[in-house]
């Protein structure tokens, strides 16, 4: 069965600062790899996806992603963090269902907070 | 941009009673589903709908739990005798052509059960 790590629960940096979120994955075949975002109040927003091709995917809101198989890692980048970037960040890797659905799995998400 | 939205925001019911979770996908998306969150807990699929059917049910959709879209709009979570553990925060997304198009999500509905 497929599963997905992200084994920080909180994640603090300070504005202006580099930032990486780690997720590992488990899954039988090629993954599907997914991060989205939650502000508080607001609904899950996809920031990017891998399917195949280049392993590093360039996402909205300047994320970035780097699909690692040899490590079963996604982890999310970005090079800058803004204020506004505080939010939860869930890692979803994605597989056919046996009903024929396309359904991702969750991890437990990452609280970012940003520090003036 | 359209989004997904979904009624009530939070929603309080006492044990035992039938609580309805409403939904309003992209008018022109094909595929709808309903996660949960159980607070400090991961996001778990819980059924996805298409073609007026059930496609697909995960272990928690059991049969206190059914989804309707009763008209060409609204897509509803039914609980029909809530319990405890049924507290939760229930997202419901919506996505195009099925497979691997982007899943769209709502804001969510808290769930409290008393």
């Known amino acids: 069965a497929q599963s997905v790590t992200q084994p920080d629960i909180h994640i603090t940096v300070s504005e202006g600062a580099s930032l990486e979120l780690r997720c590992n994955y488990s899954y039988g075949a090629t993954p599907y790899l997914f991060w989205y975002v939650q502000s508080p109040g607001q609904g899950l927003q996809l920031l990017l996806k891998?399917?195949?091709?280049?392993?590093l995917v360039q996402g909205i809101k300047g994320f970035e992603a780097e699909f690692k198989r040899s490590q079963s890692s996604f982890n999310l980048r970005k090079p800058s963090v803004h204020w506004s970037d505080a939010a939860e960040y869930f890692c979803a890797v994605g597989g056919w269902a046996s009903g024929g659905s396309y359904i991702p799995t969750f991890g437990r998400g990452t609280s970012l907070i940003v520090h003036p | 941009e359209p989004e997904v939205t979904q009624t009530p925001s939070h929603q309080v019911t006492q044990m035992g009673q039938e609580v309805i979770l409403r939904c309003v996908p992209i008018s022109n998306h094909l595929y709808f589903y309903w996660y949960r969150q159980i607070l400090g807990q991961k996001v778990e699929f819980l059924v996805s709908?298409?073609?007026?059917?059930?496609?697909?049910k995960s272990e928690i959709f059991d049969d206190q739990f059914s989804v309707e879209r009763p008209d060409g709009s609204n897509f509803t979570l039914k609980i029909r005798s809530t319990k405890l553990e049924d507290s939760a925060m229930y997202f419901c997304?919506?996505?195009?052509?099925?497979?691997?198009?982007?899943?769209?999500f709502g804001p969510g509905t808290r769930l409290t059960v008393l």
């Open positions: 997304a919506s996505s195009g052509r099925g497979s691997t198009d982007t899943q769209y």
């Open positions: 891998y399917f195949s091709g280049d392993t």
């Open positions: 709908f298409y073609n007026n059917e059930i496609s697909e």
